[in-house]
């Protein structure tokens, strides 16, 4: 399985970014997609997750901000970031875990639930 995460770049405070996150050879709709990110020396945080149902979830400091959507004709899965902060500055990695598997339970952002990671991608926001 390879992820591929892209999109990311350097942004002003309030600019906007979409990252995506491209699934090769998968049926992405079948999978539970999550967004995760790092700063150095932190662990990784949980930003969002669309499961293979359709329902989304968001970390509190991004609601009303982030948007998670899939493509699964393109096995895509985008997060469309507006209004963005400073603090969101970090690497971006996605994850994904096949939907079929019994155990995928909250909290999502363990990131122990997540069976396969694209490599990142990095966003900068300057003040």
């Known amino acids: 399985v390879q992820l591929q995460a892209s999109g990311g770049g350097s942004v002003q405070g309030g600019g906007s970014l979409r990252l995506s996150c491209a699934a090769a050879g998968l049926t992405i709709s079948r999978y539970h997609v999550g967004w995760f990110r790092q700063v150095p020396e932190k662990e990784r945080e949980f930003v969002a997750l669309?499961?293979?149902?359709?329902?989304?979830y968001f970390t509190d400091s991004v609601k009303g901000r982030f948007a998670i959507s899939r493509d699964s004709a393109k096995s895509m899965v985008y997060l469309q970031m507006n209004s963005l902060k400073p603090e969101d500055t970090a690497r971006y990695y996605c994850?994904?875990?096949?939907?079929?598997?019994?155990?995928?339970?909250?909290?999502?952002?363990?990131?122990?639930?997540?069976?396969?990671w694209g490599q990142g991608t990095q966003v900068t926001v300057s003040s």
């Open positions: 994850a994904i875990r096949n939907g079929l598997r019994v155990g995928f339970a909250y909290p999502y952002s363990n990131t122990g639930l997540y069976d396969y």
């Open positions: 669309i499961k293979s149902g359709g329902s989304t």
